[in-house]
């Protein structure tokens, strides 16, 4: 089956997310989709799969024109979508989820189960896609979810399959599993569109790509005849760096020492379980694992979002583990976190009170009980054109900015100041190559400045160009390192640790 | 490098344990309150089973007070240990539930001892004063599994109660009922245009439409009423026993010898529970209330998944509000349903957004309303007042989650913007 | 360095367009106006004649700040009604939807009363104020229980604070049967009285004795100031308001969430109770049962009319202060009953928090861009 | 000349306590040619303010309908002297020259309905119930309850009064005067202790009381009205009602005016009594039939007792 998108513009108010989009996925081939954030990528793949209808454009179907009045439309002509964030209710089980929406029915209405899990079953065991039918969605892993996912397409006889973002959740070695599926998938005569940022991914995957910038295609073709660079310049619109630029290692006195640290999650289990590590002065520590592996919680715990169960945190040698986050602020740690809309920024506040959201208290902004708004103003702003932010003004609403300009945000905040340790969770998680450059380029910056700097990702890439030394978690323990200074390490290897497998 | 342990994270759900370590000790402590307060009892309690003009007679239930005292404190330490060295899971609640029935049965032996009571009176009028309570509760759980919460319960019973008067009088009882579930149905209608399609904050709208059924049933009522008495004076449904089933002595009165609104609410509680739980839509209308983009994503309309969810909500509270004046007095007054559907939104949680449990719930507060008024013939030195606030200190610790979390659908109350 | 000219232009500050002025003028005026023609509809709908409607209306100005006596019981009304609404909006901006303001008020008004006559031998000076203070630190505790259930547990203050409601009025029923509350000689219950030197003095009683304007008036003009100074200048405001927008980066922020919850929710109460103080203070001079009147539920109203502003909150309270005082005139001069007013309260509220709604009815007068409800 | 009535939380048309007074103003509006306003109490907060908007010279003279509003009262008849005011159910002490206060022996016409009921009750229990343990709401249950004992002492009988100790003076009470549902509820609550006849002394709260005796039927239930003749009032439950205890304050509300245009108005107190026709008890109406004749005759020797002093209205 072939799907076709001609001349697809869709816009959000004064916004233009696609502008005159033609696109074209086959059967039997997989469609590689490249952009920056923003791109409109999510939107296209919105408007092929019916949850957003085109302002203008259409989209032909086998040579046929057809308009979706809404997903169900889009489902029962053969379009299924992966959403880049899982689109799966978490209460139900597995059998459920697949389901919805196509329900087998018995009299009465009555929700027939039986059938359900059979058929389930059934698919799982054509594309080797195993899971409990019966198992709630909020105790799977992410990989599996991902292939609740794809079994939810296949149930609906998908015939074109859409995939946002697949991999970022993932393992390299599930990121390889996942591969074979969509091979098989493809070998099935299927039609597959392929989101991400990973150009190493669109090369190994790919048979043909499609670029998107700014909403317009600006190029594409056969991804075997380019390579990495030429590819990132399409997408960006300028030559882009990949190799971080990095001073000569010279490690200094340590920074942050952890000893023996464990944590409980809320729920009363064990997160990390006995975690040492050391960070020096001068140095980049990188923590890989796959997500849910007691990372956040480490770093929680480092940053005194929540308490040791036992062991000790040292910064600079002082004893800092019943310290408050406030406390240990002051002492110059910089904390970029995990999620930035969750727990980095209130989206409601303006830019300049973002820009003071953990120093708004301190002298320099305040005066007494009251505060000193004419500095936070004034300081907002020189912060936000130190670091590139784009904002009309510091009174603008920090919501609507880019991800990548909210995530600069973050970082002008934190490293504006004097840093002696920088924690940075997930720094450019989601972020197109431009943004991602621009970060890791501070990071570097304050490595050189004799910063600690602990860098939490799951993105084995992104740990493996930054890192001066590797640990990998696995299930809350530290369970390898590897020496980064002078070579990189085996990316199999660390792989391999962050899977639970012996090296 | 480090050799790799694979070892699984011991496991220690320290939050199950002490709630299991505080059960048993709160119910120890119950124990103690029991002999504490009620150990003072002297005498008989005699609780009358049968009313003059039941089929079967039974006789009357006397129980020597201090004895059954003793044994229900016996019993709930005995609940207390067993919770406190091996309980868990499952137990925690039941246990706790056991429990506190114990110290109610020990409350009402005490208070009746030397005197007597109809049990079966009581019980009856229970039924009756959780049927507003029960529909209040069981119209939120139907909004709220959309993820609409639906704070103004309350002017939609009163809207009910007033369409219910208005129109019985002028069209019969029958006609009455059908107008009050249709204004039901309009004011959900209503709030869920204001919230779906307006995308007004859903508290909001909830207050806004409290307010406003207030004000134009009072302003009605004062103004039209007042001159025109006629306009407010409905039939009441009179209550139709079942045969046999209604003859059974003590149940029979309180489930089978009732009018249509207990009826209606028992059957609505069970069709819903059918409908949210098993059956395809259900499914659909679970998944809005908790992932609504996700159903959006497999084509189901989730704008008009909520309109008719809380229309039906609405139309349930309707018919919950016409038992205030169909089912009861059969004339409107202002402000009749005295923040019986805050009640009802306080069952709905207290029963954990499931139609029966709401149902449940809303027996406990008409079983506490229902015993008020038997101890103030009594004539016992426990202020009623305190009694009054049982069910409502009860909800708080319910909510608190000191007996267990319940959870809301995960998307309750957050508008679903489409693009 | 930075480049000046680019960190000037970043604090430029938008002129206040036509968006704002639409969003604070237009929009109010608007709705009071839609709401009293919806309410003119209402009383033809009911059988009231052309000539009445407009005596109605005419009684409504009248009443409400027609004479220096509508105008003093404008204010009388207004009063409670700001305080109490004041702490909710407190509360709504730190993301707390308190119910519970008419249980708060209930409470601190009963500690105010008895304070007052439990201490009648104090003087003026100081009896007065210490009244008051019992009631908001009364409000405060009990708001506080809501509070701290809500920090430390995740109870929903929602429904808590409605619970808490239901128990205050018990809780009162069974204050005012005691003996030593209860006033020597009644049966039913009713405080004892406030005594003369802890009432709140009345302003204008040497004009005309009925003229039952009090010293409350101050109490709410430096509640208005406070509350605007807490929110948007002080270090706590920020708190509150960064835990209200968003609690998770709150944490981040070194913020003590569960503290700001249980400090916002007690000067929520104590503003309630600051409220129920004043009433009995400043009018009723004891406690019966119901003294709150529904105040609590109708500084809800005036909370979200007011946008959570603490000046709009003013406004908002002297708007349903003057539609209560103008409703009671419409009674007597029009025979219209007073529950219109709530009619047109309720109407005034739905076109102001649902912008969306106001221009899909008249599409063309509004063309802002998309703008989510009021708060 | 204006009249202005202000009512308690029952409201104007409650059938019973406000309604028979402002009969007594509507009385006057069409015999007299007198303007009549009314105002509306919302809640218990509202009377002083009810007061305070009916200031100003717009009214000759205000009524005041109930205890609850004796405070209220008293502080706007200090402040205006010259206002004339009339309180029901108030008595002030010393009087207050421009107040007249309405009061009523309303033990008096209770203590027939009591010896009545006595009389007609089946089950030997009856039931009462109160809206707010006032004075004029207690006063209707000592008589009944007292009437009750004056029957079982002349004929013997052990008929019990459920609801009102007038020893104790603890009894039930609905804590209100407008929720009918609780009418119903507290009679339901009688009726399955075993009382055949029940008076509901709460206003309109009666009314409650009323449907579920209309449901029952009047051989399974009665009721007893109070303040006006419900059997009128309340006409399609009117085959409930044995009797009502009624209040004439119509009558004293239309006197109060007549005083107040004729200029002879004086602070003070109106009493009335079974003697001059304040209170009395209402025909049987359907009851009549089934009242024995004995009964009805004893009833009449009651009241010549009442009236003549030689029967003492109190407890044993
Ligand atoms: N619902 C919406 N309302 C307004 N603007 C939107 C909306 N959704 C997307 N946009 C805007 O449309 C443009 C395209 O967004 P889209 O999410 O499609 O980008 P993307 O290429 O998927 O980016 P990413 O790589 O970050 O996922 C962006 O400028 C975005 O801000
Ligand atoms: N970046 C800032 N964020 C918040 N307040 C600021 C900022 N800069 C200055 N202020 C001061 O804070 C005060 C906020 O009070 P103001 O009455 O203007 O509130 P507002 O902006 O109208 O609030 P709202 O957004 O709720 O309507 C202003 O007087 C202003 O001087
Ligand atoms: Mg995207
Ligand atoms: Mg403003």
Same mark, same amino acid.
């Given at each position: 089956?072939?799907?076709?998108?001609?001349?697809?513009?869709?816009?959000?108010?004064?916004?233009?997310?696609?502008?005159?989009?033609?696109?074209?996925?086959?059967?039997?081939?997989?469609?590689?989709?490249?952009?920056?954030?923003?791109?409109?990528?999510?939107?296209?793949?919105?408007?092929?799969?019916?949850?957003?209808?085109?302002?203008?454009?259409?989209?032909?179907?086998?040579?046929?024109?057809?308009?979706?009045?809404?997903?169900?439309?889009?489902?029962?002509?053969?379009?299924?979508?992966?959403?880049?964030?899982?689109?799966?209710?978490?209460?139900?089980?597995?059998?459920?989820?697949?389901?919805?929406?196509? %329900?087998?029915?018995?009299?009465?209405?009555?929700?027939?189960?039986?059938?359900?899990?059979?058929?389930?079953?059934?698919?799982?065991?054509?594309?080797?896609?195993?899971?409990?039918?019966?198992?709630?969605?909020?105790?799977?892993?992410?990989?599996?979810?991902?292939?609740? %996912?794809?079994?939810?397409?296949?149930?609906?006889?998908?015939?074109?399959?859409?995939?946002?973002?697949?991999?970022?959740?993932?393992?390299?070695?599930?990121?390889?599993?996942?591969?074979?599926?969509?091979?098989?998938?493809?070998?099935?005569?299927?039609?597959?569109?392929?989101?991400?940022?990973?150009?190493?991914?669109?090369?190994?995957?790919?048979?043909?790509?499609?670029?998107?910038?700014?909403?317009?295609?600006?190029?594409?073709?056969?991804?075997?005849?380019?390579?990495?660079? %030429?590819?990132?310049?399409?997408?960006?619109?300028?030559?882009?760096?990949?190799?971080?630029?990095?001073?000569?290692?010279?490690?200094?006195?340590?920074?942050?020492?952890?000893?023996?640290?464990?944590?409980?999650?809320?729920?009363?289990?064990?997160?990390?379980?006995?975690?040492?590590?050391?960070?020096?002065?001068? %140095?980049?520590?990188?923590?890989?694992?796959?997500?849910?592996?007691?990372?956040?919680?480490?770093?929680?715990?480092?940053?005194?979002?929540?308490?040791?169960?036992?062991?000790?945190?040292?910064?600079?040698?002082?004893?800092?583990?019943?310290?408050?986050?406030?406390?240990?602020?002051?002492?110059?740690?910089?904390?970029?976190?995990?999620?930035?809309?969750?727990?980095?920024?209130?989206?409601?506040?303006?830019?300049?009170?973002?820009?003071?959201?953990?120093?708004?208290?301190?002298?320099?902004?305040?005066?007494?009980?009251?505060?000193?708004?004419?500095?936070?103003?004034?300081?907002?702003?020189?912060?936000?054109?130190?670091?590139?932010?784009?904002?009309?003004?510091?009174?603008?609403?920090?919501?609507?900015?880019?991800?990548?300009?909210?995530?600069?945000?973050?970082?002008?905040?934190?490293?504006?100041?004097?840093?002696?340790?920088?924690?940075?969770?997930?720094?450019?998680?989601?972020?197109?190559?431009?943004?991602?450059?621009?970060?890791?380029?501070?990071?570097?910056?304050?490595?050189?400045?004799?910063?600690?700097?602990?860098?939490?990702?799951?993105?084995?890439?992104?740990?493996?160009?930054?890192?001066?030394?590797?640990?990998?978690?696995?299930?809350?323990?530290?369970?390898?390192?590897?020496?980064?200074?002078?070579?990189?390490?085996?990316?199999?290897?660390?792989?391999?640790?962050?899977?639970?497998?012996?090296? | 490098?480090?050799?790799?342990?694979?070892?699984?994270?011991?496991?220690?759900?320290?939050?199950?344990?002490?709630?299991?370590?505080?059960?048993?000790?709160?119910?120890?402590?119950?124990?103690?309150?029991?002999?504490?307060?009620?150990?003072?009892?002297?005498?008989?309690?005699?609780?009358?089973?049968?009313?003059?003009?039941?089929?079967?007679?039974?006789?009357?239930?006397?129980?020597?007070?201090?004895?059954?005292?003793?044994?229900?404190?016996?019993?709930?330490?005995?609940?207390?240990?067993?919770?406190?060295?091996?309980?868990?899971?499952?137990?925690?609640?039941?246990?706790?539930?056991?429990?506190?029935?114990?110290?109610?049965?020990?409350?009402?032996?005490?208070?009746?001892?030397?005197?007597?009571?109809?049990?079966?009176?009581?019980?009856?009028?229970?039924?009756?004063?959780?049927?507003?309570?029960?529909?209040?509760?069981?119209?939120?759980?139907?909004?709220?599994?959309?993820?609409?919460?639906?704070?103004?319960?309350?002017?939609?019973?009163?809207?009910?109660?007033?369409?219910?008067?208005?129109?019985?009088?002028?069209?019969?009882?029958?006609?009455?009922?059908?107008?009050?579930?249709?204004?039901?149905?309009?004011?959900?209608?209503?709030?869920?245009?204001?919230?779906?399609?307006?995308?007004?904050?859903?508290?909001?709208?909830?207050?806004?439409?409290?307010?406003?059924?207030?004000?134009?049933?009072?302003?009605?009522?004062?103004?039209?009423?007042?001159?025109?008495?006629?306009?407010?004076?409905?039939?009441?449904?009179?209550?139709?026993?079942?045969?046999?089933?209604?003859?059974?002595?003590?149940?029979?009165?309180?489930?089978?010898?009732?009018?249509?609104?207990?009826?209606?609410?028992?059957?609505?509680?069970?069709?819903?529970?059918?409908?949210?739980?098993?059956?395809?839509?259900?499914?659909?209308?679970?998944?809005?209330?908790?992932?609504?983009?996700?159903?959006?994503?497999?084509?189901?309309?989730?704008?008009?998944?909520?309109?008719?969810?809380?229309?039906?909500?609405?139309?349930?509270?309707?018919?919950?509000?016409?038992?205030?004046?169909?089912?009861?007095?059969?004339?409107?007054?202002?402000?009749?349903?005295?923040?019986?559907?805050?009640?009802?939104?306080?069952?709905?949680?207290?029963?954990?957004?499931?139609?029966?449990?709401?149902?449940?719930?809303?027996?406990?507060?008409?079983?506490?309303?229902?015993?008020?008024?038997?101890?103030?013939?009594?004539?016992?030195?426990?202020?009623?007042?305190?009694?009054?606030?049982?069910?409502?200190?009860?909800?708080?610790?319910?909510?608190?989650?000191?007996?267990?979390?319940?959870?809301?659908?995960?998307?309750?109350?957050?508008?679903?913007?489409?693009? | 360095?930075?480049?000046?000219?680019?960190?000037?232009?970043?604090?430029?500050?938008?002129?206040?367009?036509?968006?704002?002025?639409?969003?604070?003028?237009?929009?109010?005026?608007?709705?009071?106006?839609?709401?009293?023609?919806?309410?003119?509809?209402?009383?033809?709908? &009911?059988?009231?004649?052309?000539?009445?409607?407009?005596?109605?209306?005419?009684?409504?100005?009248?009443?409400?700040?027609?004479?220096?006596?509508?105008?003093?019981?404008?204010?009388?009304?207004?009063?409670?009604?700001?305080?109490?609404?004041?702490?909710?909006?407190?509360?709504?901006? &730190?993301?707390?939807?308190?119910?519970?303001?008419?249980?708060?008020?209930?409470?601190?008004?009963?500690?105010?009363?008895?304070?007052?006559?439990?201490?009648?031998?104090?003087?003026?000076?100081?009896?007065?104020?210490?009244?008051?203070?019992?009631?908001?630190?009364?409000?405060?505790?009990?708001?506080?229980?809501?509070?701290?259930?809500?920090?430390?547990?995740?109870?929903?203050?929602?429904?808590?604070?409605?619970?808490?409601?239901?128990?205050?009025?018990?809780?009162?029923?069974?204050?005012?049967?005691?003996?030593?509350?209860?006033?020597?000689?009644?049966?039913?219950?009713?405080?004892?009285?406030?005594?003369?030197?802890?009432?709140?003095?009345?302003?204008?009683?040497?004009?005309?004795?009925?003229?039952?304007?009090?010293?409350?008036?101050?109490?709410?003009?430096?509640?208005?100031?406070?509350?605007?100074?807490?929110?948007?200048?002080?270090?706590?405001?920020?708190?509150?308001?960064?835990?209200?927008?968003?609690?998770?980066?709150?944490?981040?922020?070194?913020?003590?969430?569960?503290?700001?919850?249980?400090?916002?929710?007690?000067?929520?109460?104590?503003?309630?109770?600051?409220?129920?103080?004043?009433?009995?203070?400043?009018?009723?001079?004891?406690?019966?049962?119901?003294?709150?009147?529904?105040?609590?539920?109708?500084?809800?109203?005036?909370?979200?009319?007011?946008?959570?502003?603490?000046?709009?909150?003013?406004?908002?309270?002297?708007?349903?202060?003057?539609?209560?005082?103008?409703?009671?005139?419409?009674?007597?001069?029009?025979?219209?009953?007073?529950?219109?007013?709530?009619?047109?309260?309720?109407?005034?509220?739905?076109?102001?928090?649902?912008?969306?709604?106001?221009?899909?009815?008249?599409?063309?007068?509004?063309?802002?861009?998309?703008?989510?409800?009021?708060? | 000349?204006?009249?202005?009535?202000?009512?308690?939380?029952?409201?104007?048309?409650?059938?019973?306590?406000?309604?028979?007074?402002?009969?007594?103003?509507?009385?006057?509006?069409?015999?007299?040619?007198?303007?009549?306003?009314?105002?509306?109490?919302?809640?218990?907060?509202?009377?002083?303010?009810?007061?305070?908007?009916?200031?100003?010279?717009?009214?000759?003279?205000?009524?005041?309908?109930?205890?609850?509003?004796?405070?209220?009262?008293?502080?706007?008849?200090?402040?205006?002297?010259?206002?004339?005011?009339?309180?029901?159910?108030?008595?002030?002490?010393?009087?207050?020259?421009?107040?007249?206060?309405?009061?009523?022996?309303?033990?008096?016409?209770?203590?027939?309905?009591?010896?009545?009921?006595?009389?007609?009750?089946?089950?030997?229990?009856?039931?009462?119930?109160?809206?707010?343990?006032?004075?004029?709401?207690?006063?209707?249950?000592?008589?009944?309850?007292?009437?009750?004992?004056?029957?079982?002492?002349?004929?013997?009988?052990?008929?019990?009064?459920?609801?009102?100790?007038?020893?104790?003076?603890?009894?039930?009470?609905?804590?209100?005067?407008?929720?009918?549902?609780?009418?119903?509820?507290?009679?339901?609550?009688?009726?399955?202790?075993?009382?055949?006849?029940?008076?509901?002394?709460?206003?309109?709260?009666?009314?409650?009381?009323?449907?579920?005796?209309?449901?029952?039927?009047?051989?399974?239930?009665?009721?007893?009205?109070?303040?006006?003749?419900?059997?009128?009032?309340?006409?399609?439950?009117?085959?409930?009602?044995?009797?009502?205890?009624?209040?004439?304050?119509?009558?004293?509300?239309?006197?109060?005016?007549?005083?107040?245009?004729?200029?002879?108005?004086?602070?003070?107190?109106?009493?009335?009594?079974?003697?001059?026709?304040?209170?009395?008890?209402?025909?049987?109406?359907?009851?009549?039939?089934?009242?024995?004749?004995?009964?009805?005759?004893?009833?009449?020797?009651?009241?010549?007792?009442?009236?003549?002093?030689?029967?003492?209205?109190?407890?044993?």
């Amino acid at each position: 089956m072939d799907v076709e998108l001609r001349g697809i513009t869709k816009r959000f108010g004064p916004v233009i997310a696609n502008e005159a989009v033609d696109l074209v996925a086959k059967g039997g081939e997989v469609l590689g989709l490249l952009g920056e954030n923003g791109a409109g990528k999510s939107t296209l793949m919105n408007v092929l799969c019916g949850l957003y209808r085109p302002d203008e454009g259409e989209i032909v179907i086998d040579g046929r024109t057809v308009a979706f009045a809404g997903p169900g439309d889009a489902i029962a002509a053969g379009i299924g979508m992966v959403h880049q964030h899982f689109m799966l209710v978490p209460v139900f089980t597995v059998a459920e989820n697949v389901v919805l929406g196509v %329900e087998p029915v018995a009299a009465l209405n009555r929700l027939d189960l039986a059938a359900a899990r059979a058929k389930v079953r059934e698919i799982g065991e054509t594309y080797g896609l195993t899971v409990d039918p019966d198992a709630r969605i909020e105790d799977l892993p992410v990989g599996v979810q991902q292939r609740v %996912e794809i079994l939810k397409v296949l149930f609906r006889s998908a015939r074109v399959l859409i995939f946002d973002e697949p991999t970022a959740v993932l393992t390299p070695q599930e990121v390889e599993e996942f591969f074979q599926i969509v091979r098989a998938l493809r070998d099935d005569g299927k039609a597959i569109i392929f989101i991400t940022h990973k150009l190493m991914e669109i090369l190994e995957i790919a048979d043909r790509v499609s670029v998107l910038r700014a909403g317009r295609i600006v190029g594409g073709g056969d991804p075997g005849a380019m390579s990495r660079a %030429e590819l990132a310049e399409i997408m960006v619109g300028r030559p882009v760096r990949f190799e971080v630029e990095r001073t000569a290692f010279t490690p200094g006195a340590p920074r942050l020492e952890v000893a023996g640290l464990t944590v409980l999650h809320d729920t009363g289990e064990v997160a990390v379980d006995g975690v040492s590590l050391t960070v020096h002065a001068g %140095e980049v520590l990188g923590i890989a694992g796959v997500q849910g592996n007691g990372q956040t919680a480490l770093i929680e715990a480092i940053t005194g979002l929540r308490p040791a169960v036992t062991g000790r945190i040292l910064f600079d040698g002082q004893d800092i583990t019943d310290a408050s986050p406030r406390a240990r602020h002051a002492m110059g740690m910089a904390h970029i976190p995990e999620d930035r809309q969750r727990m980095g920024l209130v989206t409601d506040f303006t830019v300049a009170e973002n820009m003071v959201l953990d120093s708004y208290y301190s002298d320099r902004f305040s005066n007494g009980p009251a505060m000193d708004w004419r500095a936070v103003n004034r300081w907002a702003a020189e912060a936000a054109e130190a670091f590139d932010v784009r904002t009309p003004t510091v009174f603008a609403q920090a919501g609507h900015l880019s991800g990548g300009n909210q995530q600069k945000l973050i970082v002008a905040r934190e490293l504006m100041r004097d840093t002696k340790l920088v924690i940075a969770a997930q720094p450019t998680r989601g972020l197109d190559v431009g943004s991602i450059e621009y970060i890791h380029a501070r990071l570097m910056a304050a490595r050189a400045e004799g910063d600690g700097v602990l860098i939490m990702s799951s993105e084995l890439d992104e740990i493996l160009s930054l890192a001066d030394r590797i640990v990998v978690m696995f299930k809350g323990r530290i369970v390898a390192e590897f020496d980064a200074s002078a070579a990189p390490p085996d990316k199999a290897a660390v792989g391999l640790a962050m899977a639970g497998a012996a090296p | 490098m480090t050799a790799i342990d694979p070892r699984a994270p011991a496991v220690a759900d320290l939050g199950a344990l002490r709630r299991k370590r505080g059960t048993g000790a709160a119910l120890i402590v119950l124990a103690g309150v029991i002999l504490l307060l009620f150990g003072d009892a002297a005498g008989d309690a005699t609780f009358r089973l049968s009313r003059p003009r039941d089929a079967w007679v039974l006789g009357d239930l006397i129980v020597p007070a201090l004895p059954v005292i003793q044994i229900a404190a016996a019993l709930t330490a005995f609940l207390g240990a067993r919770q406190f060295l091996r309980g868990g899971g499952r137990w925690t609640t039941l246990s706790l539930g056991v429990g506190l029935a114990l110290f109610v049965m020990a409350f009402l032996v005490w208070a009746t001892a030397g005197k007597a009571f109809s049990l079966t009176g009581m019980l009856q009028a229970t039924m009756v004063r959780a049927v507003p309570i029960a529909l209040g509760g069981l119209a939120a759980t139907l909004c709220e599994r959309v993820a609409v919460v639906n704070i103004a319960v309350e002017g939609m019973l009163l809207a009910g109660a007033f369409t219910g008067a208005l129109m019985g009088s002028v069209i019969g009882g029958w006609g009455g009922l059908v107008s009050a579930v249709a204004v039901g149905g309009v004011f959900g209608f209503l709030l869920a245009a204001l919230v779906v399609t307006y995308r007004m904050d859903q508290i909001i709208a909830g207050v806004v439409i409290n307010l406003f059924v207030l004000g134009l049933t009072s302003y009605v009522s004062s103004q039209v009423f007042a001159e025109m008495r006629h306009l407010n004076n409905a039939p009441v449904f009179r209550s139709w026993k079942i045969p046999v089933l209604g003859d059974i002595p003590v149940i029979g009165p309180m489930l089978f010898d009732q009018n249509i609104f207990v009826y209606g609410a028992l059957v609505m509680v069970a069709v819903s529970t059918y409908y949210l739980f098993h059956t395809a839509h259900g499914l659909r209308a679970r998944a809005v209330g908790e992932h609504p983009r996700a159903a959006d994503t497999l084509g189901i309309d989730v704008y008009r998944t909520r309109y008719i969810h809380v229309t039906l909500g609405g139309m349930v509270a309707g018919f919950g509000g016409a038992w205030f004046t169909l089912g009861s007095v059969g004339r409107f007054d202002e402000n009749m349903t005295g923040g019986r559907g805050f009640i009802g939104l306080a069952a709905m949680i207290f029963g954990r957004w499931h139609p029966v449990g709401a149902l449940m719930a809303a027996l406990v507060f008409g079983f506490t309303d229902s015993l008020q008024q038997k101890l103030a013939l009594l004539q016992t030195p426990i202020p009623s007042e305190f009694l009054a606030m049982a069910p409502y200190i009860a909800t708080i610790v319910v909510v608190a989650g000191l007996v267990g979390r319940a959870r809301p659908p995960a998307a309750d109350g957050k508008p679903y913007v489409k693009d | 360095m930075s480049d000046r000219g680019a960190v000037d232009s970043l604090l430029q500050r938008a002129a206040p367009g036509r968006a704002e002025f639409e969003d604070l003028v237009i929009v109010p005026l608007f709705a009071v106006a839609v709401a009293l023609i919806l309410g003119a509809l209402t009383m033809l709908a &009911t059988g009231v004649d052309m000539a009445t409607i407009g005596r109605s209306y005419v009684a409504l100005l009248q009443g409400s700040v027609g004479s220096l006596g509508a105008l003093s019981e404008t204010l009388t009304a207004a009063v409670p009604l700001v305080l109490a609404a004041l702490g909710l909006a407190l509360g709504f901006r &730190t993301g707390l939807f308190n119910i519970g303001a008419e249980g708060q008020l209930l409470m601190g008004g009963l500690a105010a009363v008895i304070f007052g006559f439990s201490f009648p031998g104090l003087p003026f000076p100081v009896l007065m104020p210490l009244c008051l203070l019992a009631g908001a630190l009364t409000g405060a505790l009990y708001a506080a229980i809501a509070g701290y259930l809500r920090a430390a547990t995740g109870a929903h203050e929602v429904i808590s604070t409605i619970m808490l409601n239901l128990i205050s009025y018990r809780l009162l029923d069974w204050m005012l049967s005691l003996d030593w509350v209860q006033r020597e000689g009644r049966s039913d219950p009713v405080s004892r009285s406030v005594p003369p030197n802890a009432e709140l003095p009345r302003l204008l009683d040497w004009l005309d004795p009925n003229l039952r304007v009090h010293a409350g008036i101050f109490l709410m003009l430096l509640a208005v100031w406070a509350v605007h100074w807490l929110l948007f200048r002080s270090k706590l405001g920020f708190e509150f308001r960064a835990s209200g927008a968003n609690p998770d980066a709150a944490r981040y922020a070194g913020i003590r969430a569960s503290l700001v919850i249980v400090l916002a929710m007690a000067l929520a109460g104590a503003l309630a109770g600051l409220a129920g103080a004043n009433q009995v203070l400043g009018v009723l001079g004891r406690a019966t049962p119901g003294f709150s009147a529904g105040i609590g539920f109708d500084a809800i109203a005036v909370a979200l009319l007011g946008r959570s502003h603490p000046v709009g909150v003013l406004f908002a309270g002297l708007l349903f202060g003057a539609l209560e005082a103008g409703g009671r005139q419409m009674q007597v001069d029009a025979g219209v009953s007073i529950d219109l007013i709530g009619i047109i309260q309720a109407l005034i509220i739905v076109f102001i928090a649902a912008p969306l709604l106001v221009r899909a009815i008249f599409p063309w007068g509004f063309r802002r861009r998309d703008k989510g409800g009021a708060r | 000349f204006t009249a202005c009535q202000i009512t308690d939380t029952g409201g104007i048309d409650d059938n019973s306590f406000n309604q028979t007074a402002w009969q007594g103003v509507l009385d006057a509006q069409g015999q007299l040619g007198i303007d009549a306003r009314f105002l509306e109490s919302q809640a218990e907060t509202d009377y002083e303010a009810n007061i305070t908007s009916l200031l100003g010279g717009q009214c000759d003279v205000i009524f005041t309908i109930g205890f609850l509003l004796g405070d209220a009262t008293q502080a706007a008849a200090l402040a205006n002297p010259d206002q004339m005011f009339s309180i029901v159910d108030y008595a002030y002490d010393p009087a207050i020259p421009n107040v007249l206060g309405q009061v009523y022996a309303t033990d008096e016409a209770a203590f027939l309905a009591g010896y009545l009921a006595a009389g007609m009750t089946e089950t030997g229990i009856l039931g009462v119930f109160g809206g707010i343990n006032i004075p004029p709401v207690t006063i209707f249950m000592d008589g009944f309850a007292w009437g009750v004992d004056h029957y079982n002492g002349v004929h013997g009988t052990s008929v019990t009064v459920l609801g009102w100790d007038p020893d104790t003076r603890e009894g039930l009470f609905t804590n209100n005067f407008d929720s009918l549902d609780d009418g119903r509820a507290f009679a339901q609550n009688l009726y399955d202790e075993g009382a055949d006849i029940v008076l509901p002394v709460a206003g309109p709260v009666g009314l409650g009381s009323a449907a579920l005796a209309a449901e029952l039927g009047p051989d399974e239930l009665m009721i007893i009205g109070v303040d006006a003749d419900l059997y009128l009032t309340d006409p399609e439950r009117g085959q409930v009602y044995l009797t009502s205890i009624m209040k004439r304050m119509d009558a004293t509300v239309f006197q109060v005016i007549e005083q107040a245009i004729a200029g002879t108005f004086e602070g003070g107190v109106i009493v009335g009594t079974l003697e001059n026709g304040g209170v009395d008890i209402a025909p049987f109406h359907d009851f009549e039939g089934s009242v024995p004749a004995a009964l009805a005759e004893e009833l009449a020797t009651v009241r010549a007792g009442i009236i003549d002093g030689s029967i003492a209205v109190g407890g044993m």
